[in-house]
């Protein structure tokens, strides 16, 4: 299944791309992906992610076609 990655923020030039496309094997979760970027430590360092703009669960499964959205959290105003 193909799937895409796309980064915000200062995470862009951590990972040194802002989208991506990923092929993985049928019944991968967000785990999978999140291993495959080397960002295991994101619940640490206060990580959003988001499939077809809505929170995803690491053990949720991935479909082909969606979208992950990594990004900070942000606030203020």
């Not at 991506?20 to 080397?38: A, F, H, Q, R, V």
Request: proline residues 3%.
């Amino acid at each position: 299944m193909k799937i895409t990655v796309v980064f915000i923020g200062s995470l862009i030039n951590k990972m040194r791309f802002s989208e991506k496309d990923y092929i993985l094997p049928d019944n991968s979760t967000l785990k999978t992906i999140i291993e495959k970027l080397g960002l295991e430590d994101y619940k640490k360092n206060r990580k959003l992610i988001l499939r077809n703009g809505k929170p995803i669960k690491e053990d949720d499964l991935l479909n082909d076609g969606d979208r992950i959205v990594i990004s900070h959290i942000y606030s203020g105003g």
